[in-house]
């Protein structure tokens, strides 16, 4: 049971397929009451990723403005053990990132083994507002799905869970969003007359999404896609595929620390006979 949805192997996804207000027929505060279950569970599991440090986990957060990435980033990853856990968030790139090619400033970001990366957008906004606004030629951009696959491909071999979401809202929600903040003088600061031009490109980004989430959807590297007009579930969803993702990897993670324990207690025994003599 799942509730978002996992694309695998180059499926041709259509984004107009999927309701943005699914909510498995859940009401808010039973849903609320098992998202602070699951980041509960979320946190033991970390705690034994850290100690572990066999795996890292590479989280994607994609999605239109207001789909509400940074709302995941406070309820969901908020919780997390800081020593272990942090978010890059990635903007228009700088001109030493610019004289790069496009992964030298993702690749900096990655995370290590035993820590959680999550990445506020990420290296798929260039094959994202880089096409949409034609920012490189076509055959640019289009080469970059093979990049991206054999990027993540790397990461994966060297240990990193990856999960990718992407946060699907709709248009008339979008809007909701939008004039919401204009309502309220606490959300002021995120007023953004951009916002307004990138909705006059909807259907771009939607082709956009639509091409990055079918070429570059994999088995260790999959998209997920999160129905996010209703934000309780959204988390709930975000929190649920998550621990899924984790909680495999639990018993080998406990096996490392039971072995790595035996070790040193068998360094601290040699120890103390060494000591006595
Ligand atoms: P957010 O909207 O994520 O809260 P900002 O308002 O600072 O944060 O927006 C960051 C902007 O940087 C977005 O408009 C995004 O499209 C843009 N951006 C990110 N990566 C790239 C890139 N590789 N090329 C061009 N623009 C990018």
Redesign the pocket.
């Known amino acids: 049971m799942s509730y978002v949805y996992r694309v695998v192997g180059n499926d041709k996804i259509s984004l107009d397929d999927f309701d943005a207000s699914a909510d498995a027929e859940l009401e808010r505060e039973e849903a609320e009451a098992k998202t602070i279950k699951l980041i509960e569970e979320l946190i033991e599991l970390q705690s034994l990723l850290y100690a572990a440090r066999r795996h890292s986990v590479l989280v994607v957060l994609q999605g239109r403005?207001t789909s509400g990435?940074?709302g995941v980033l406070r309820k969901v990853i908020g919780p997390l053990d800081s020593r272990g856990c942090d978010v890059s968030?990635?903007?228009?790139?700088s001109e030493e990132a610019l004289a790069h090619d496009?992964l030298w400033r993702i690749h900096q970001q990655t995370p290590a083994l035993g820590h959680i990366k999550i990445f506020?957008?990420s290296h798929y906004?260039?094959v994202?507002?880089?096409r949409v606004?034609n920012?490189v030629p076509e055959e640019v951009w289009r080469r970059r799905y093979d990049h991206i696959n054999n990027f993540e491909r790397l990461l994966a071999d060297s240990g990193t869970v990856i999960l990718k979401f992407y946060l699907h809202i709709s248009k008339d929600e979008q809007e909701e969003r939008l004039l919401e903040r204009e309502k309220d003088s606490t959300k002021y600061w995120k007023l953004?007359v951009?916002d307004w031009k990138?909705r006059e490109h909807w259907d771009y980004y939607t082709k956009a999404y639509e091409d990055a989430i079918s070429h570059c959807s994999s088995e260790h590297a999959p998209w997920l896609i999160v129905p996010a007009n209703k934000k309780w579930f959204r988390n709930l969803a975000i929190a649920h595929a998550l621990r899924d993702a984790l909680l495999p990897h639990k018993d080998h993670w406990l096996q490392t620390l039971e072995e790595t324990g035996r070790r040193e207690l068998q360094a601290i025994e040699e120890y103390r006979q060494k000591s006595k003599r």
């Open positions: 403005d990435k940074d968030s990635f903007k228009v790139p496009f506020n957008r906004e260039d994202l507002v880089v606004h920012l953004s951009g990138e």
